[in-house]
Structure formats: structure tokens, C-alpha cells
């Protein structure tokens, strides 16, 4: 039999959400097109895209049709397959994938190297080891890894391969570790088997799967001791498996006093007489077998026996503890060694015995007992299952498997589709933001930093509260420090009135104070005594507790003047009790991201947060943490934030911040980096000196002067981010992503690609004793040629840098949007509209023909996800003599502007193209005269390049220009 799909509907649909929650609709149709899927008895293929297929695997064929925190979205565009089936052997075949998949008869055999595999088909097979074919469960070895939570109090190189880390591991930074995407082999499996599912908008349990005592494999319920449930019912409403909390042996204590039996899994401590231990009984199942009866349930068999137990004169009967199940008395092929379980009652004493064995029985009848059920279940007489506490269920495989060889970027886009876009965020953001830790920052100093930041030149525009903005002691809490900021109100104001957007850090973990502000508000939300002043406990997983939060503290301090939080998650992983899987970095950065999309001109999402697990991507922004620097964290924060983007984490930012021994070298390299970083935030504390304008030369001037060139920078740096939510593509991009089959780009760890057409190559150790320069080595792909930054310098292998340096290199011909020097130098510049653009294009004359484009939208609200925005794009062709120029601008935006000056910086390295008396230019066909530079309107000769100003000049209209070498 053959099946031939050939459909090229596009699905796209939207979730309805909750009438009572605040969060918008999630983006995307989780259900996939039936047509896409192949479904067996327990087996199910859903073919998403020509190297992305979903393979799952059920016991009872529970397929999932609900989003997860990764997944989002199934309906994608059919992809033609097809699929042929002989005798028990299924081969599905798309472009790019041969799967090959052999059922038993009845397909319930769960999923393993024998029955699954599937080769690629791509022309471009994997580097190294040039294979192409995977088997399930196959060791990732050529994984390009991704990212963890936080680099929190780490210092330098770390372990980035997860499966050495664990799903759970007792270093909170590495929670959520989450492995690359792509792989040197070719292909990648993201195991979406466990993921906490959405619902509207909000979590639930992922409830597929079975519960098994005997799983290879067994993964807290939740990580966190206190978090782990320890009864029954709380355990299995998260999702779960329950075995119990020790041993599952039943002993048999007997009183001679009493004439009483007492059956308990514990040494009988308390038992009020002198028991003594008679019989070794038996030993509980420890999974739910279906049907099975719970321990506790021996006291009450029946009704009568339930009010018997509990309430008969003298009765001091209590439950123990669950520790176990019983076989029901009709279950089918049961152990050798299970035993019948018989229930007794004793009228006289009235008081209840159960019996395991023939000599038990004897017992019973001597002292009176009478058989009220003669089969109450089966237990094992087989040695105890150590117990395994709770549990997340096993026996489900929900995969997704990645076959795209070497295309890297291909695989990215695809995830993209199902789980969601990159954000960009408020372009204030991509500017400088600083903050200074602990009672520090008091209103009067922090009115003093900025006038001292803007004295000496500094380009900030976010300010940043730390925890010294609150109350004290706690590390949480919601209430302005009045004693430190008397007049928060009239600070923020006067803030915002220096064109910079606020924000403030949250430490959430302690819940909310009988001492906060506003508690009587949301102690009556939760129906909490306002007089107890009893703290209410911070859980994130609770959408009543969050929704109170937000309206009744957080949104109050925002009307206040805040603009957005920083999200300061470090307390491990309590607090989400009620969601398996669920953790609390992840519960937050949804919610307080998507609380600001709930309509096109609101502000849009904006947090700064730990990396919370796969789907952290849809919430901008990340922050490290408080790395130890050293020149080996530095280097390995390079590398880190690289392969972040293999997962699509492409806004991490890490704390810019001095080493306590004060290396104003190391410092300053730090800075540097983090200028060419995707997000940048100046962060100090009381241990050392991070007040940039009071550092001592060189390093003061160098560090403004990489600052300054990053708020330069920011319109190419914003279009990179625009690039990021279109292809998923991340800002900072590891070099294997254009030249997968160079040996070198796997190598090459410490540079990156910086949006398509600039290599960074951040300095990364100290200068030698007594010199002035350090040599930096930069691997140049030989399928370009390269130019430093601004220059028509050739690039080369290695650079001797001084303090003030850092290696940039230029594609040949590469057109870069900047900003002029005195535009960007100023408070405020990254929310503002790009009213002047100098545009440097590298040697046009040598690389014939080029393009780019400038992306612009208002840098604030949602509009840009309804496509309220504009490109400018900019293409140009060359030949010995002429050069032709051409831009033209779509779209626009509220706000936009209609005009702006524009200077166009043509460099060469050809001095014939740079005699001003030889040139002959004119824009929109009207020749334009060479004057001084800076005359408004005109072009000049300036070292190695040729500089055209057009003054102020109509962005919507398309433009010319043509440029002649005369001879």
C-alpha cells in the first residue's frame, strides 16, 4: 500500500483564552493536520517539515494534541510524503527523511534501536563523521549544546553537555539545561516527553504515560525536596506516580496485653503497649496498578468497616502512611509470589485483621476473629521495591527529530515554527542599562551617578533599581525603601525626564509580607486574614495568585514609573507544586512577558530573566547572573552565549561587572565583549569599583569610546534583531552557521558572526608584563574577503590590540547602518527615531555589487507583530568606473518620519576613486558639488573614503545615486 499527501494548505489558527485570565492567545494551532499524520495502535509519525517529524509513543495510543512550554504550534504547511507499508514495516519518505519503523503485530512494542531509524537524505551529510542514518536512543555525540539557567557565582570553563548534568541537578545554575538543536551529525531529537502542557494560555500536568515501578529511569515529580509532593492526592493532581515515602514491607505486631494485632510498615513506636514483632507479612505492589486498592483502604473494605475502624469505642486505629497498593482480587496473570490478602473483624474487641498467610489465619481464628472478606486483594511475597517517593510517569516518548544535516539554519527556523518566534525587544534596551547592587544607590546618589554619567559622556538609557529599591531585610518584597527614596514618584519622573526608561529588580521567592504596602489588597484576594500579617506564599503556577500580583502590587508600582521588571530568579525551583516539570523561571517569564501584549499599542513584553528551559526564547531578555571574572569566564562566557542561539536563546546579556581585585584590564575586555554582546547592562556592587566615569586611564576613555560606538551601531544591531524574529537567527551567531563543513568554525569558539556581514573577535586574555598590546588570533573564512570595521584595512589572522581595541572585521562590500557619533553619545538615543544615518559601504568599487536594509518601528509597542513597520533597503553595483547606488523604503509606522539626513561613507582602497576633482556624483540624477564635509549638501574626499551628505532628505521616496571616476 502507498499513501501519496501532497497538500500546501497553510494552517494557522489561533487559541481562545481563558475569559478569566489576562494572558493573550498562544500563537499557533497545536492540533497537526491530519493529513500529515500517520497513526498505528501505539505509535503515531506526524510529518511537519521536510526534515522535522514527530514521533511519538504511548501504551495506550494517549497521543498529545495540546500545546506544551515547547511546543506551541503543529499546523504547519503539508509536507509531501509518502508512505509504504510491507508486512510490519512502515517507510515514510519525504525530501529529506527516510523513516523506517517495524512493528510488532499488534505495534505495542515501545520504541527502540531495533524497530526505528531514519536516514538522511540531504546531499550535505553530517561533519565529522560523515553518517547518516540515526537509530532511537542514539548518543547525541556531535551536539552543538545550548544553554542553562544562569552563570550565577561561576567561574570560568563549564561542562555545556547535559546529559552529564542531568534532567535535575544540584547545581541551580545548570538547571533547565537544554542541548543544542543541530549537531555535527546531522540530526537532533528534542524530547518534548515530559513538558508541562498549556492550556489557555496556563499550565497544566503532563499526564501521558504510565506509572511503573520498574522504569529505568526515574525523575522527581519535582527536583526540589520541599516541593516534591509526599501524599497521594497531591502527587497525582501534579501529574505523577506515587510509591510511597519508605519500605513497603507489611509487619505484623502483636500484644499480649491487649490480645490485639497491629499491622504497620514502621518499627511500632508509640503503639501505647508492648508490642513485639511476630510475622514478617509481605510486601506491597508499589505502582497503581489499575484498579488497585491503597493500604489505608484495608481499614475500610466496606463501609461498615470504615465507621467501625475510625469511630468504635477504644478504636485508636490511624492510617500510617500510604505505602503501597494491593493487587485487586480479579487481576489477571498475576506474580508467582502475590498472596491473598483476607480481611477479619473481631466483634468483642472490635478491631480488624488482616491475614497473608495460612499460620495468620490460625491467629485470627484463636483469638476470636471472624472472616469478613475472604479476597480483599492480592499482595507480593516478594522482597520490597525500594521506594521512589513521587514520580514522573514514564513509558511515553514524545519526540521531535531535527534531520537537517548541516543546514543549521534550516533546523532553527523549523523549531521557530513550532515553538514560537524571537521577540524583539523595546529598542531602548539594546542601548546601555546600569545598576548598582545594595544600599549603594540611595535618591540622592542615584540622582548624582547620572549627572556623573552624562558629564562624562556615557550613552545610558536604562536605569535599573537592584533590591536596594525595596524594603528590607528580606530579599523579596514589593514596597518602595522610603527611608533610602523618599520620593520615588518625583525620581522615576525626573527619570523618565532624562529620556530613559526604568526598571527593578524582584527577588520573588519569599512570597508577599505582612509588611508590604499593599497586603491587605491581596490578602483578601486570597482569602488571607489582612490582621494575620501571614505571608502568602509565592507560587507561580497559581493563575489566581499571579493575576493578583500583577493587578493589585506590580501594576500600582508600574503606574508609579517603572517600566518593566528584572526578574531575579536564583531560589530554586519551589513555589510550582501543583505542574510536573513545571519550574518557576519559565511560569514567570511567561506570564510577566505576555502580560504586556494585550493590544497592538502597549507596551510591548519586556523582563530581564534566567534561562528557564526550551521555549525560553519566546521572552526577551536574559541576564547571567553574577559570573566570577576571570579571563577563563570570559572566555567561556563567549562561547556560552553562542550556543545559546543553537536554541534560540538570542537575547542573553550578561552583568558587566569589575573583579574584586580590581583588573582594570580584564574589566575593560569584559565591557568590551559586552558591547558586542546582544544585550548590555553595567552592573556593580559594593566590592569593587563600577563606577565607569571614576576609572583611571586608558581604561575610562576605552571603555566609553566601545559603548559609544554600540549605541553607534544600534541600527544595524536592531535590524539584526528584526533578522532574529524572521529566520531565528539569533544576533550573535557561531561561525559554524555559515561555514558547517570548515573544520575551523567548530574550532574558532572565541568569534562570532555579528548579524550577517561583521566577524567579532573579542579580546580574551591580558597583556604581557610591560607591553601596550596584546595579539588576538581571528580564524577569516577564505570565502570572503574582510575588512576592519570603517576602514579599507584587509583583515588578518591576528591582531595586536591595544586596551581600546577590539577585532571587527566587515565582509568586502558589507553596507553597516550607524548612527553619528554625537546622536549616539547622549542619554535616551536607543528609543529614539534614527533622525541622522551615516551608512558605511566597504570598498564598493572592489566587491562589484552589494545590499542591506535598515529595519525601523517604534521601538515600543506590539504594532511590529502586525507588520507595522519599514525596511530600507540599500543596493548598489559597481564596475571600474561607476558606482551605482539605490535605496527605497516600505511600510512605516505611527510616528514615523518623513525625512532624515543621510551621509553615505564610501570607502576605498583604490585612491583613483578617492580625487574629488576626478568624481563626478549626482543624486536623483542632479549633480551634486564636492564642498567642504561638513556642508550639508555635497561630497568630500576624507582619507579612504568618499563622503556624501545629503542633508535632511524624504525617507519615503526612492533614491539614486550614480558616482563616475572620470579620466
Known amino acids: 500500500r502507498k499513501q501519496i499527501c501532497l497538500f500546501t494548505a497553510l494552517v494557522i489558527l489561533h487559541l481562545s483564552v481563558r475569559s478569566d485570565a489576562k494572558l493573550p492567545p498562544l500563537s499557533g494551532d497545536p492540533v497537526a493536520n491530519v493529513s500529515q499524520t500517520i497513526t498505528l495502535n501505539t505509535t503515531r509519525f506526524t510529518i511537519l517539515t521536510p526534515a522535522l517529524v514527530r514521533v511519538e509513543y504511548d501504551p495506550d495510543g494517549a497521543f498529545e494534541d495540546r500545546a506544551t512550554v515547547a511546543v506551541w504550534n503543529r499546523a504547519l504547511s503539508a509536507t509531501p510524503f509518502t508512505h509504504d507499508v510491507d508486512g510490519n514495516t512502515h517507510t515514510i519518505t519525504t525530501s529529506q527523511l527516510k523513516i523506517t519503523y517495524i512493528a510488532d503485530a499488534a505495534d505495542a512494542q515501545p520504541i527502540s534501536k531495533e524497530n526505528l531509524a531514519i536516514q538522511l537524505l540531504s546531499p550535505s551529510l553530517a561533519y565529522p563523521s560523515g553518517g547518516n542514518m540515526w537509530h532511537a536512543h542514539d548518543s547525541d555525540a556531535g551536539n552543538l549544546f545550548g544553554t542553562f539557567h544562569t552563570l550565577d557565582g561561576i567561574e570560568g570553563w563549564q561542562d555545556m553537555n547535559c546529559s552529564h548534568i542531568g534532567p535535575w541537578t544540584g547545581d541551580g545554575n545548570k538547571y533547565h539545561c537544554t542541548m543544542g538543536l543541530i549537531s555535527t551529525q546531522g540530526w537532533a531529537v528534542l524530547d518534548d516527553s515530559r513538558s508541562p502542557i498549556m492550556t489557555n494560555g496556563w499550565f497544566e500536568p503532563q499526564t501521558a504515560g504510565r506509572c511503573s515501578a520498574q522504569a529505568n529511569v526515574s ?49 511500632c513506636q508509640g503503639c501505647g503497649d508492648a508490642y513485639s514483632k511476630e510475622h514478617l507479612q509481605a510486601t506491597l505492589r508499589s505502582d497503581n496498578f489499575p484498579g488497585a486498592v491503597p493500604l489505608w483502604q484495608y481499614w475500610s473494605a466496606t463501609a461498615l468497616d470504615n465507621v467501625l475502624a475510625t469511630s468504635s469505642p477504644g478504636s485508636d486505629y490511624t492510617q500510617v502512611a500510604l505505602n503501597g497498593y494491593l493487587y485487586p482480587s480479579t487481576s489477571q496473570n498475576l506474580p508467582a509470589t502475590a498472596t491473598i490478602v483476607k480481611l477479619w473483624y473481631n466483634t468483642s474487641t472490635k478491631d480488624h485483621f488482616t491475614t497473608m498467610s495460612p499460620a495468620d489465619e490460625v491467629e485470627a481464628l484463636s483469638e476470636g476473629y471472624k472472616l469478613i472478606n475472604a479476597s480483599l486483594g492480592y499482595a507480593l511475597a516478594a522482597p ?28 532553527l527556523a523549523d523549531y521557530a515554527l513550532l515553538g514560537g518566534r524571537i521577540p524583539v525587544p523595546r529598542r531602548h534596551f539594546l542601548g546601555m542599562s546600569w545598576s548598582k547592587w545594595m544600599n549603594t544607590v540611595a535618591q540622592a546618589g542615584t540622582y548624582a551617578q547620572l549627572q556623573q554619567m552624562a558629564e562624562d559622556g556615557l550613552p545610558l538609557d536604562t536605569y535599573i533599581f537592584d533590591m536596594n529599591w525595596h524594603m528590607k531585610p528580606d530579599w523579596t518584597g514589593y514596597s518602595w525603601d522610603t527611608v533610602q527614596y523618599p520620593d520615588h514618584v518625583k525620581l522615576l519622573a525626573d527619570i523618565h525626564d532624562m529620556g530613559l526608561a526604568t526598571a527593578a529588580n524582584l527577588h520573588d521567592a519569599e512570597g508577599v509580607g505582612g509588611f508590604e504596602k499593599r497586603y491587605d489588597a491581596i490578602a483578601k484576594a486570597m482569602g488571607v486574614d489582612p490582621t494575620s500579617n501571614v505571608t502568602i506564599p509565592f507560587t507561580p503556577d497559581n493563575i489566581t495568585f499571579m493575576d493578583a500580583l500583577q493587578d493589585l502590587i506590580l501594576n500600582p508600582l508600574q503606574d508609579e514609573g517603572l517600566d518593566w521588571w528584572w526578574i531575579d530568579w536564583q531560589q530554586g525551583l519551589v513555589g510550582v507544586g501543583n505542574v510536573t516539570g513545571l519550574n518557576p523561571t519559565i511560569a514567570l517569564n511567561h506570564y510577566r512577558f505576555w502580560i504586556s501584549r494585550q493590544g497592538t499599542t502597549e507596551p510591548r513584553g519586556l523582563i530581564h530573566s534566567r534561562y528557564g528551559g526550551l521555549g525560553s526564547h519566546r521572552y526577551a531578555t536574559g541576564f547571567g547572573g553574577d559570573v566570577v571574572q576571570t579571563w577563563d569566564s570570559l572566555q567561556f562566557m563567549i562561547y556560552f552565549t553562542q550556543t545559546a542561539s543553537n536554541i534560540l536563546f538570542a537575547w542573553w546579556g550578561h552583568e558587566m561587572m569589575a573583579t574584586k581585585d580590581d583588573d582594570l584590564g580584564l574589566f575593560t575586555r569584559v565591557i568590551q565583549f559586552g558591547a558586542w554582546s546582544p544585550t548590555y547592562t553595567n552592573w556593580g556592587n559594593p566590592n569593587s569599583n563600577d563606577n565607569l566615569w571614576n576609572t583611571s586611564e586608558p581604561f575610562r576613555s576605552s571603555v566609553r569610546q566601545v559603548l559609544v560606538q554600540r549605541s553607534q551601531l544600534l541600527p544595524y544591531r536592531y535590524t539584526a534583531g528584526r533578522i532574529a524574529h524572521d529566520t531565528a537567527v539569533g544576533s550573535v551567531r557561531p561561525m559554524y552557521y555559515d561555514w558547517p563543513t570548515e573544520k575551523a568554525a567548530y574550532t574558532a569558539n572565541q568569534q562570532y558572526m555579528f548579524g550577517p556581514d561583521l566577524l567579532v573577535s573579542p579580546v580574551n586574555q591580558a597583556m604581557s608584563s610591560g607591553s601596550d598590546t596584546v595579539n588576538k588570533t581571528t580564524w577569516l573564512p577564505s570565502s570572503h574577503k574582510w575588512l576592519y570595521l570603517n576602514t579599507t584595512v584587509l583583515g588578518t589572522n591576528t591582531t595586536a590590540t591595544t586596551i581600546d581595541q577590539v577585532p571587527v572585521f566587515a565582509k568586502l562590500g558589507a553596507i553597516v547602518a550607524t548612527r553619528p557619533h554625537s546622536d549616539a553619545a547622549q542619554f535616551g538615543s536607543a528609543a529614539r527615531a534614527y533622525n541622522r544615518l551615516e551608512m558605511l559601504i566597504h570598498d564598493p568599487w572592489a566587491a562589484r555589487n552589494g545590499s542591506a536594509w535598515v529595519y525601523e518601528d517604534d521601538g515600543w509597542s506590539n504594532a511590529y507583530l502586525e507588520d507595522v513597520y519599514a525596511n530600507t533597503t540599500f543596493t548598489y553595483t559597481a564596475d571600474t568606473s561607476s558606482l551605482n547606488l539605490t535605496w527605497s523604503r516600505t511600510g512605516g509606522y505611527a510616528g514615523d518620519l518623513t525625512a532624515r539626513d543621510l551621509s553615505l561613507h564610501i570607502l576605498s582602497s583604490d585612491s583613483s576613486k578617492l580625487d574629488c576633482s576626478k568624481l563626478a556624483v549626482a543624486l536623483d540624477a542632479q549633480p551634486l558639488t564636492a564642498q567642504g564635509c561638513n556642508i550639508p549638501s555635497g561630497y568630500c574626499c576624507l582619507g579612504d573614503r568618499v563622503v556624501v551628505t545629503l542633508g535632511s532628505i524624504d525617507v519615503v521616496q526612492a533614491h539614486s545615486l550614480a558616482m563616475l571616476v572620470r579620466s
Not at 244 to 256: F, H, I, K, P, W
Not at 384 to 411: E, M, R, T
Request: charged residues 15%; contains cysteine; hydrophobic residues 30%.
Open 219 to 267: 525523575v522527581p515529580c519535582f527536583p526540589e525536596p520541599s516541593a516534591n509532593p509526599t501524599e497521594l492526592d497531591a502527587c497525582e493532581q501534579a501529574g505523577c506516580c506515587f510509591f510511597g515515602n519508605g519500605t513497603t514491607q507489611v509487619v505484623l505486631y502483636y500484644s499480649t496485653s491487649r490480645v490485639d494485632h497491629f499491622s504497620s510498615v514502621n518499627d
Open 384 to 411: 520490597p521495591i525500594k521506594s521512589k517517593g513521587c514520580v514522573q510517569k514514564s513509558n511515553h516518548v514524545d519526540w521531535y527529530f531535527f534531520g537537517h544535516g548541516l543546514d543549521y539554519k534550516s533546523a
